[in-house]
């Protein structure tokens, strides 16, 4: 499995979180749909917000990916360096779908560039893995902390508060 950048993975996550919140539990399809519907639209007609999650939002639904190998590689850094690269590795079917895949990716391509990839590493949670950051993976190694670290006081620490040590 190939390590993604920590931004994508990050960027991944959230995507999951918008539209699992858009979709409500129950799930509500034509709240979800609607929601789709206006993004496609502002994409499409050049507006839309400069938000990487929300243009993946809209082109999760309508994209096919041509190159995943590429899309992988493409992840691991999170600038790149030739958005066109990227746009040959995907495409958006339907004739709303096109028109807003050539759109965003004409009007905003670093943007599109993310968003594309974003909605990749959603789509395909298999092919890639996160950097582990839980406590568990972050202690891993720690030899520990040495005795005054672990809550052990010194004893020139202890007899600053020892009152009886002063009157002696």
């Not at 929300?54 to 995943?68: E, G």
């Not at 890639?128 to 620490?157: C, K, R, T, V």
Request: glycine share 8%; proline share 4%.
């Amino acid at each position: 499995m190939a390590r993604v950048h920590p931004e994508f993975a990050y960027q991944s996550r959230e995507l999951e979180g918008q539209i699992e919140g858009v979709l409500g539990d129950p799930p509500d399809r034509k709240n979800y749909q609607r929601m789709v519907d206006a993004l496609v639209s502002e994409y499409t007609n050049g507006d839309g917000l400069d938000d990487v999650n929300l243009m993946s939002f809209a082109l999760v639904d309508r994209i096919r990916f041509l190159d995943p190998k590429g899309l992988v590689r493409e992840a691991s850094d999170y600038e790149g360096d030739d958005p066109e690269r990227v746009f040959a590795m995907a495409a958006c079917d339907g004739e709303d779908g096109a028109a807003m895949y050539e759109s965003v990716t004409r009007a905003h391509p670093e943007l599109a560039r993310k968003a594309i990839i974003t909605a990749f590493l959603y789509k395909h949670p298999n092919r890639w893995e996160d950097d582990d950051q839980s406590l568990d993976q972050l202690a891993e190694g720690d030899e520990g902390d040495d005795e005054e670290e672990q809550g052990f006081a010194s004893d020139d620490f202890t007899q600053m508060f020892d009152q009886e040590g002063d009157n002696q």
